[in-house]
């Protein structure tokens, strides 16, 4: 086989690492709250670092859209080599941190550059694949995100053992390095991989922005799914961000040892998850036009009863199956949020348009992570979690009823 027919797969390996980056960068703060809270008293209200937790989100869901438009117009491997290279070094100056307002004001500027990446990277992705691996090298990808959450599941670990500082650090350092992996190897779809600059992809290629817009909301079924990705949203960033917490509460257990239970089994369901709807989305769209899109629901389908037992569960069997269960289901959803977007949005709009659906989901999650802090003091985190499972169900239903794609990869950029 050819280097440019491996490329693909090359592609989503490199990817893959920068995910897992993505993603444990930001997650290991969630599970370091007792060690830190010693040194800065603000964190030992769960009101305040629910705060710390909202402002990453809301910062990165206003961003996404933007960050979308800019990786439809740039060169998208200088796009995901800064972003990558910027988190690091914000991540590792959260180590120098002595104050609650210093780890806000960084949380911020990682929700920014964070931003940048999860449009430019799975458009670049959609591009190199075709629709029959489309929904495998997404998923794929995906998984890379999920054992990000684990490792960050370990932050804890780390800091118990050494210090919250040095587990800032450690991570930190490790993501400048890749950056620089990153420019030997990334490659541009369209040709540009050998322009150094931060340059439009090609004159001829340059989208109004307007326009680009206004197709997007003209589209009926694009707001379809821009509801039925921030739904599953409130859940997936509660469980992100809470889960260890309700392990802990539930299960009665330390922090040290939640937070690597609760992300390891997450994580490790959800690569098991999206590489099974990877898979099966990838076959039955083949066959059905709506094959991904029923893939899809039954992974939505899962995380309801999940989300119930995650509630109310009081033992370690309980909430460890109702955990996998919930990741299995998210996992199978998540691999296919991209290529059912490819069947309904043109090429050469599909990064503004995931980023207008990250936007909706984070603005989501910034909901939820402030409101189940709240419910944390209040006593009510497991109840509450338990509630996100009927809404759930509703986008469910109108995900079915509507959506109806009538290509397997929309192709039309007029």
């Not at 800065?40 to 909202?54: P, Y």
């Not at 307007?210 to 799914?225: M, R, T």
């Not at 043109?346 to 910034?366: D, Q």
């Amino acid at each position: 086989m050819s280097y440019s027919k491996k490329y693909p797969w090359i592609l989503v390996a490199l990817l893959w690492v920068v995910a897992l980056l993505n993603y444990m960068d930001r997650q290991m703060l969630s599970t370091m709250k007792p060690s830190m809270m010693i040194d800065i008293a603000e964190l030992q209200s769960a009101t305040n670092f629910g705060r710390l937790m909202a402002i990453f989100l809301w910062i990165y869901g206003f961003m996404s859209p933007v960050s979308g438009m800019i990786a439809d117009r740039l060169n998208r491997k200088w796009l995901i080599v800064g972003s990558l290279f910027v988190w690091s070094a914000v991540t590792f100056s959260m180590g120098y941190a002595t104050t609650f307002n210093q780890l806000y004001w960084l949380r911020a500027i990682m929700g920014i550059s964070e931003a940048l990446y999860i449009p430019a990277g799975l458009s670049l992705i959609a591009d190199f694949h075709s629709s029959k691996t489309r929904s495998l090298a997404v998923g794929i990808h995906m998984t890379g995100l999920y054992m990000g959450q684990a490792l960050g599941g370990f932050g804890a670990t780390i800091a118990d053992q050494f210090s919250w500082q040095q587990a800032f650090h450690s991570f930190g350092i490790i993501g400048i390095v890749y950056s620089v992996v990153l420019i030997l190897f990334l490659r541009e779809k369209k040709g540009t991989d050998e322009i150094v600059s931060v340059a439009p992809v090609s004159s001829n290629d340059k989208i109004p922005l307007f326009k680009g817009l206004g197709l997007l909301f003209s589209n009926i079924s694009f707001w379809i799914i821009l509801f039925y990705f921030a739904v599953p949203s409130l859940p997936g960033w509660g469980v992100k961000n809470w889960l260890p917490t309700l392990f802990a509460q539930n299960l009665q257990i330390d922090m040290s040892r939640a937070g690597p239970i609760s992300t390891i089994t997450i994580a490790a369901s959800s690569f098991l998850g999206v590489i099974f709807g990877g898979i099966l989305s990838d076959r039955w769209v083949q066959k059905n036009l709506r094959g991904r899109i029923y893939t899809s629901a039954i992974g939505l389908g899962l995380t309801i009863p999940a989300l119930m037992l995650i509630g109310f569960g009081d033992s370690m069997f309980h909430v460890i199956g109702a955990a996998f269960c919930f990741g299995f289901g998210f996992g199978i959803f998540d691999a296919n949020n991209m290529p059912i977007l490819c069947q309904f949005v043109s090429s050469k709009h599909r990064a503004t348009a995931y980023g207008l659906m990250n936007m909706t989901g984070v603005f989501a999650g910034a909901f939820i992570t402030d409101l189940l802090g709240k419910a944390t003091d209040a006593g009510n985190l497991g109840k509450d979690f338990a509630l996100m499972a009927g809404i759930v169900f509703i986008a469910l239903v109108i995900q079915l009823y509507f959506l109806r794609p009538k290509t397997n990869d929309f192709a039309d950029v007029k």
